[in-house]
């Protein structure tokens, strides 16, 4: 059976970083375009980023220059770099894989950003 587990989340101050990881298992990760998600209390889960299988990225604005996605294939993990963290960046973090029509999804990691 397919798992993404995602660790790393964390109580952190205004302008502090996290580092989120999420390790995929019984999955061909390579082919897979990963995507990470979050989701805030009262809020629709939102895109945040992702990254191809060829390393290619893309962000939503609210995290652009500050969040950064990358992945290594040979350890079947992806991660999100979170610098300059924000009190509205507070949610349940989310990792996705995609290959065609199949998605498969992490169970999610607390960031919480508050003094």
């Known amino acids: 059976q397919v798992q993404l587990v995602e660790s790393g989340g964390g109580l952190v101050q205004p302008g502090g970083s996290l580092r989120l990881s999420c390790a995929a298992s019984?999955?061909?990760?390579?082919?897979?375009?990963m995507g990470w998600y979050r989701q805030a209390p009262g809020k629709q889960r939102e895109l945040v980023g992702s990254?191809?299988?060829?390393?290619?990225?893309n962000y939503a604005d609210s995290v652009k220059g500050r969040f950064t996605i990358s992945r290594d294939n040979a350890k079947n993990t992806v991660y999100l770099e979170m610098n300059n963290l924000k009190p509205e960046d507070t949610a349940i973090y989310y990792c996705?894989?995609?290959?065609?029509?199949?998605?498969?999804w992490g169970q999610g990691t607390q960031v919480t950003v508050s003094s």
């Open positions: 996705r894989a995609n290959f065609g029509l199949t998605f498969h």
């Open positions: 019984k999955i061909s990760f390579s082919i897979y375009v």
């Open positions: 990254i191809t299988t060829g390393g290619s990225t």
